[in-house]
């Protein structure tokens, strides 16, 4: 005596094949299998929903259930059925409407040449360690990835060609609370023409040689996320905003690649930011290598508060002096910052002083402090060179030489025009010197906007010599 178990229009039908009879007749979307039962006693034990209460069938050996055609049942055959018919198939692994559960990788669609394809508008629910035994999985418009904690749930493929991405989309993808450990390459993404966002939370790659590429979505925010022992994420095409927050990215050391990589070809709109991260970069691994052609808007390559570490290289392409940074708060390298010097000491040149009451440029060489940061300072001039307006303080400290007694004059000019706010006098002592005169102004500056100092004598024609003058631009 067998029992056949069919669908006949919305309903689960259990029928005795002597008999002819129904032991039952079920709504098939209230209806879900016991896959322990199923994997470790070959039994069928099928539920179903009476009202608010849960009943259970009599369970059935699988060697006595047969499908529409007379057929045995085998395990993967009854998956199958259960999997196209019932609302819902295992109190650990199914579905509830657009909310699919995985436990084991049979309750995923069936793969076909190697590709596994997730349905388009669909949640996927990773209950366990997930290894597709070779397959990719092909993702739809709107699929969803969730997990229920990035250190018990996974997705890995054993014997995945090394370049075959193990997730491949053209849409938006959220993903949530998973790993994607152990494969060659992880992710090929494209989103060109989808207006594609991709959310990710707590998603962390363990052990992937080629992280992948993402390539053309709105944006990109990944949070509370890892990446270890890991490395070749890249970003290419177009973006709005590539976002990275509260994360922990650590390379492959033994592997000389970069843990992310943004290439000449990428085009990012609004900005890439790292924030509250840090990154480790050993032995051969590159930490993020943004190249200097990549199109990003002036200080749109922001770094806040991100720790650097590891003897690997932690930055290449742009750097900190670049007008597209704005690091700020990191450590392990430099961080923004816009500021300039020059000095001279002990000058012997003099200033030629034409008329009484004239100022007139302070003549000398200066030397160009080495942490000077988007000025470009020459003899006497400080010119900005940075993309953004600002408010800048400039501070001057001098010592000057002229004749006995004589009323001196000192100035901040911007652009060869003295500001009359910065004016400061001195009197020369009776051996012609006055030390120590300090003068500052606050100035706003646009790129190639420059700062001099200029210097009058307000009591006659006698030159000055400017000894000694520190200029500082902040």
Do not use: H
Not at 234 to 243: A, K, S
Not at 285 to 299: A, F
Not at 334 to 352: F, G, K
Not at 448 to 461: L, M, P, S
């Amino acid at each position: 005596m067998a029992k056949k178990i069919t669908l006949q229009g919305n309903a689960i039908e259990i029928q005795d094949t002597v008999s002819g009879l129904l032991d039952y007749s079920l709504k098939a979307k209230d209806c879900w299998y016991d896959e322990r039962e199923l994997e470790t006693n070959s039994v069928v034990k099928i539920y179903f929903i009476n009202g608010n209460q849960f009943k259970s069938s009599k369970s059935y050996d699988l060697a006595d259930t047969v499908d529409m055609f007379d057929a045995t049942y085998t395990k993967l055959t009854f998956r199958d059925f259960a999997r196209n018919t019932m609302g819902f198939n295992t109190p650990t692994g199914g579905s509830v409407g657009d909310l699919i559960f995985i436990r084991y990788i049979y309750d995923l669609p069936a793969s076909s040449a190697g590709v596994i394809t997730l349905e388009a508008n669909k949640v996927y629910f990773i209950l366990s360690n997930i290894d597709l035994l070779g397959s990719r999985l092909q993702l739809g418009e709107n699929t969803s990835i969730l997990g229920i904690g990035s250190e018990n749930c996974s997705l890995t493929s054993t014997g995945l060609g090394a370049s075959t991405a193990l997730i491949s989309s053209n849409y938006t993808l959220p993903m949530n609370e998973i790993t994607i450990k152990n494969v060659g390459t992880a992710l090929d993404i494209d989103g060109a023409g989808n207006s594609a966002d991709l959310d990710w939370t707590a998603v962390n790659f363990l052990n992937v040689t080629n992280i992948g590429t993402i390539a053309n979505c709105d944006n990109f925010i990944y949070d509370k996320s890892a990446i270890l022992s890991s490395q070749g994420l890249i970003f290419d095409g177009e973006f709005n905003t590539i976002g990275i927050g509260n994360s922990i990215l650590v390379g492959d050391s033994s592997v000389a690649d970069n843990i992310i990589e943004v290439p000449a070809t990428a085009t990012i709109n609004r900005r890439f930011r790292i924030q509250y991260s840090s990154i480790i970069s050993a032995g051969s691994s590159l930490g993020i290598n943004v190249n200097s052609s990549t199109t990003i808007p002036d200080e749109g390559f922001i770094l806040d508060t991100v720790n650097f570490s590891g003897d690997g290289t932690y930055l290449s392409g742009i750097t900190e002096s670049s007008n597209i940074s704005l690091f700020s708060n990191c450590v392990g390298i430099e961080n923004s910052a816009d500021i300039s010097q020059y000095y001279m000491n002990s000058n012997a040149t003099v200033t030629t002083i034409g008329a009484t009451g004239t100022p007139v440029k302070v003549l000398g060489t200066t030397t160009s402090s080495p942490i000077t940061r988007k000025f470009t300072n020459t003899d006497n001039r400080a010119t900005y060179v940075g993309a953004l307006n600002r408010f800048y303080k400039v501070t001057v400290a001098a010592s000057v030489e002229s004749g006995n007694n004589n009323q001196v004059g000192m100035y901040i000019a911007k652009n060869g025009t003295v500001l009359d706010e910065s004016e400061v006098y001195a009197t020369t002592n009776g051996a012609g010197r006055a030390e120590n005169i300090v003068i500052q102004t606050l100035v706003a500056l646009s790129n190639t906007d420059y700062i001099e100092i200029f210097a009058e004598n307000n009591t006659t024609t006698n030159d000055i010599t400017v000894t000694d003058l520190n200029v500082i631009v902040n």
